[in-house]
């Protein structure tokens, strides 16, 4: 029966991680495409200050081109010396 109560007591403990997961992401419950656009629209900023928000905007946005930028610069490079 030992064998019994190992595979009885690994059944549980994976059940019980797997309902933890669920409740942790349901309690998100955002999508990242809402994430996303939360964030790119300054959400967090003080929505009373017009100017913060709007250069919140402006520097995520700056931000994302850098990114986008950098990351054509890298493949560039590599297939470059290919």
Known sequence: MPEHDGKHHS???SRRI???IN???ASQGTTIVE?????????DADSAD???VWGTRIGRFLG???LIA???W???SIVGKG
């Open 50 to 52: 017009p100017i913060e």
């Open 74 to 76: 890298v493949i560039s």
């Open 64 to 66: 994302l081109l850098v």
């Open 35 to 43: 994430r996303t656009k939360d964030h790119f629209s300054a959400g």
């Open 11 to 13: 059944d549980t403990e």
């Open 70 to 72: 950098m990351i054509i």
């Open 23 to 25: 409740r942790e992401s």
């Open 18 to 20: 797997i309902e933890r």
